[in-house]
């Protein structure tokens, strides 16, 4: 039987930041993920430079050969309002293909790859764990995203609707007379809100690349609103009249506070799998990593004792990054909330201090240090 000091369950930006925070501090660890890589993960694929700093990205060595798309201005709307772009004089983010950024990460991370192989059993043995009958180890950590399954064993069946938004998208290189014909610009991603503001659809130009999605809390009908969605933007000619109609779906949770119940005796939970994504955005990848870096100085700490008791610090410390639950009353009408928001949509002050800055590129969150 093999074993390792830790094994994480699940190769995307949280599993790999982790390994490679713990593999530079001497441990040897194993990432488990049932896909092979490189593989697609449904994402606009937007990060901020907070993510790439946290990453410590050698951006030269990464643009060899992959997409690495400045963006340096947003142009923001209302679904069926006025448009508002905003510019900044600085790179404000980055446009990235998920297929490249989570296979470079993994690579990287120096761990032992076991790729193409799910998460089968893990059984509890005197204080460790023996995962898939073949590997024994002291920690298991649920990286797998948002239907993880290490998380079961950690959360049980705790509810995950409420805050769960589901997305759908596409991402295809456009031939050349689709680039000619798209009217989006790499460096200016556009976001397209929705009126009752419980969702925004985007279209995200990176290289030859267009990446058009619809992402919304709890929406029954999903597909209908992003066919809808993408014939706006027809109509509207900001995209190619041909762009695929074969939509790839998927769900994640919306920060709601760090419950302890992110760790058990010998196992934790970081990224999607602990539901960590800026509910004001959707961002995901940002507090990912975070959690991963979190997570790798309590491991670090608690010296080989992992139980729960000297897990806790981890989640205790992601609420002080995180912060608490916003638990404040929603006193305004619908109806009230649409007029005002649309105007507040249409002000270029609003949309630069608030929407962008504060809400999508968490200016004001300090990078973990
Ligand atoms: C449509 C959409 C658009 C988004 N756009 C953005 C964006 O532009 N910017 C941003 O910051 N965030 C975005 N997000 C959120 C972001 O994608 C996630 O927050 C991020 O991928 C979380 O990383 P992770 O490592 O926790 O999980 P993941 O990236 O989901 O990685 C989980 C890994 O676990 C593996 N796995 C799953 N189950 C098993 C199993 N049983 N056994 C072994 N391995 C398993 C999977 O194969 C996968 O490789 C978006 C999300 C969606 C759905």
Same mark, same amino acid.
């Not at 949280?14 to 925070?21: I, P, V």
């Given at each position: ?10 190769g995307g ?8 925070? !713990?593999r ?11 896909s092979?890589?490189?593989?697609? #993960?449904v994402?606009?694929?937007?990060i ?70 799910? !998460? ?32 079961r ?73 992003? #066919?809808?969605?993408v ?24 920060? #709601? ?15 999607d799998?602990?539901? *960590?994504?800026?509910? #004001? ?34 989640? !205790? ?21 649409r ?10 002050w609003?949309?630069?201090?608030? *929407? !962008? ?13």
């Open positions: 039987m093999d074993s390792c000091d830790v094994i994480i369950v699940g930006p949280a599993g790999s930041t982790l390994a490679w925070k !713990l530079k501090r001497g441990l040897d660890v194993v990432v488990l993920d049932k092979t890589f490189p593989r697609d #993960k994402c606009a694929g937007w901020t430079p907070a993510t790439t700093e946290l990453l410590q990205l050698d951006k030269d060595d990464y643009s060899r050969g992959r997409v690495l798309q400045e963006i340096n201005g947003f142009r923001t709307s209302m679904i069926g309002g006025a448009e508002v772009v905003t510019r900044y004089e600085r790179t404000a983010s980055y446009g990235i293909r998920r297929s490249e950024f989570d296979h470079y990460l993994l690579q990287r991370s120096g761990a032992r790859l076991r790729l193409g192989e799910p !998460l089968k059993i893990m059984k509890r043995n005197n204080g460790a764990w023996i995962v898939n009958d073949d590997v024994k180890t002291p920690l298991v950590i649920g990286a797998g995203g948002h239907f993880c399954p290490v998380s064993f950690v959360r049980g069946n705790e509810e995950k609707k409420p805050s769960a938004v589901i997305a759908q998208e596409v991402e295809f290189e456009m031939d050349a007379s689709q680039q000619l014909e798209c009217q989006v610009e790499g460096d200016t991603p556009e976001l397209f809100f929705c009126e009752d503001l419980k969702g925004y659809g985007w279209c995200v130009r990176k290289g030859n690349f267009l990446n058009i999605g619809l992402g919304r809390e709890d929406e029954p009908n999903l597909t209908e609103q992003m #066919k809808s969605f014939e706006y933007l027809k109509v509207r000619e900001r995209i190619p009249s041909n762009v695929p109609t074969h939509f790839k779906g998927h769900a994640y949770r919306l920060y #709601k506070g760090a419950s302890q119940n992110l760790v058990d005796d010998n196992v934790m939970l970081i990224g799998a602990a539901g *960590l994504a800026y509910p #004001k955005s959707g961002e995901g990848i940002r507090p990912a990593v975070e959690s991963a870096l979190t997570a790798a100085e309590v491991i670090l700490s608690a010296a080989g004792d992992y139980q729960r008791s000297k897990l806790l610090e981890y989640p !205790l410390q992601l609420a002080e990054r995180l912060g608490q639950e916003d638990s404040s009353p929603d006193i305004l009408p619908q109806s009230v909330k007029f005002m928001s649309r105007k507040l949509m249409e002000s270029k609003f949309s630069r201090r608030v *929407l !962008l800055d504060r809400w999508f590129l968490n200016t004001h969150r300090p990078v973990l240090s």
